[in-house]
């Protein structure tokens, strides 16, 4: 009886032996079918794509298209085009890495409460697109399509569906300018700069860009403008603030009277290479809380705190207001004519200065020079002088602030300085004491600005030194 009992028992753990063999067996030939099916299982043409919709993370967004693509939820929300082409190009030819077949249960994939739902209806098919878990194994998307089948996509679809309605406006952009040809202000700052490399408006060559006043044209700093228009040419057009601003939220940003707007004309090229001409207008604003800070404090908008600035920014009549951050409003708004005139008192080419006349303390030295190639040398009487100090003396006067204050006080230190210039001969600068930290310049009898004293003492040391005998 022992006997017989131990030989039933053998016999059923044999069985179970078996049995488990063949599931093995079978689990390695659907592990191999799995492994070895990588192909194109969706193709869909996006061109034929009438309408996109996905569930994702408590969002639902849909989208069709007529002429081009709307949102469903706000018909004067400007879609990008291009954007919504980019979700769906990569169904046009979607592969898998692997393909499960015979699902039995597609709990275990994730796939019975999806994390995104994407459908989309092209022609007279629609499709829904089934995004799972993650495989343990080799951290790949499930997918499924309604087939009866499970993908391991071989790109994960939510790394482009994980987005919001933000992502998707049409942003304005800043035209691809190469060489402005006018610059207009309005607003707290009314003025134009205009360009003109022919001009002879100045005695430097560097200088293209002029302004007028008071009938006069004014020599601006290249480098000044320049800086300006490289905030304007990588100005980011990406956090708006609202897409179809009403009447009151204008009011609200500022934006119904700007504190500032820009006229921009411009040439550049098409994609043809061909030369264009374009103009773009940007108008700045600050809500009414940083405009009622500023006035509490008594200052300019500009000098408050960023953590006080709230700014915004619209494109011409766009429906579109963007955010703009402390830093580049600052910047921007950083415009007035002072801002963009050159700060040095003589910022002349030095190889083109022929001779100083020089007045100091009731006497007057003339400093004369003889050019050779390109070097120009300069002498008191026949004595050949070292001008390093001078010349970096003369390039350290540079302006505090601009002023049209009349001298008061006794002069410092007088220079005409003659260049090998037609249109402008020589330059006559005088500096006046002004106070215990400050010269007052005038230039061919116009008072500019206020230097430090410091400097002017560094010039008179710079001249006494080239006239004392050694």
Same mark, same amino acid.
């Given at each position: ?80 085009? $291009? ?6 190009? $990569? ?159 204008? $009011? ?219």
């Amino acid at each position: 009886m022992n006997r017989a009992r131990r030989i039933y028992v053998l016999l059923f753990v044999l069985l179970v032996l078996c049995i488990a063999a063949v599931a093995v067996l079978q689990t390695e030939q659907h592990k191999e079918q799995i492994k070895t099916s990588g192909e194109v299982v969706l193709q869909i043409d996006a061109d034929m794509v009438q309408s996109l919709s996905w569930e994702y993370d408590g969002q639902t967004l849909s989208f069709h298209k007529d002429e081009s693509w709307s949102y469903d939820g706000d018909a004067a929300f400007p879609v990008d085009d $291009q954007k919504i082409a980019s979700l769906l190009e $990569q169904f046009e030819e979607f592969g898998a890495l692997f393909t499960i077949s015979d699902v039995e249960g597609y709990g275990q994939y994730g796939l019975s409460d999806p994390l995104c739902t994407i459908s989309l209806e092209a022609g007279e098919e629609l499709y829904e697109i089934a995004l799972g878990d993650y495989s343990s194994m080799d951290s790949l998307r499930y997918v499924s399509f309604g087939d009866g089948n499970v993908y391991l996509a071989a790109q994960d679809p939510l790394d482009k569906f994980d987005i919001s309605l933000r992502d998707l406006i049409l942003n304005d952009e800043i035209p691809d300018f190469e060489q402005i040809t006018q610059l207009t202000f309005s607003g707290a700052q009314n003025y134009s700069i205009f360009y003109d490399p022919d001009a002879s408006y100045s005695y430097s060559e560097q200088d293209v860009y002029f302004t007028q006043q008071e009938g006069t044209h004014l020599p601006l700093d290249s480098s000044l403008i320049d800086s300006y228009l490289s905030y304007l040419r990588y100005l980011s057009l990406t956090d708006y603030a609202g897409n179809n601003a009403t009447e009151q939220e204008l $009011q609200d940003w500022g934006l119904d009277q700007p504190e500032l707007s820009l006229s921009l004309e411009y040439t550049g090229q098409d994609e043809m290479g061909e030369e264009l001409e374009g103009s773009f207008v940007l108008h700045l604003g600050v809500d009414s809380q940083t405009r009622s800070e500023a006035e509490q404090q008594q200052i300019p908008v500009g000098e408050l705190e960023d953590e006080d600035i709230s700014a915004y920014l619209r494109m011409g009549d766009s429906s579109i207001v963007y955010h703009l951050t402390p830093d580049v409003y600052k910047a921007l708004t950083a415009a007035s004519c002072d801002d963009f005139r050159h700060r040095q008192v003589l910022w002349v080419d030095w190889q083109d200065i022929t001779q100083f006349e020089i007045s100091l303390e009731g006497k007057t030295y003339l400093f004369s020079s003889e050019e050779s190639g390109d070097t120009r040398t300069f002498f008191y009487g026949e004595r050949e002088l070292e001008t390093d100090e001078l010349q970096s003396a003369l390039s350290a006067l540079t302006a505090d602030e601009f002023t049209q204050e009349a001298p008061s006080n006794t002069q410092e230190i007088a220079l005409t300085v003659f260049l090998d210039n037609e249109q402008f001969p020589q330059v006559e600068i005088e500096l006046y004491r002004y106070d215990s930290t400050h010269c007052l310049v005038v230039v061919d009898e116009t008072p500019l600005s206020l230097v430090p004293r410091s400097k002017v003492v560094d010039l008179t040391e710079a001249v006494r030194a080239l006239v004392w005998e050694s």
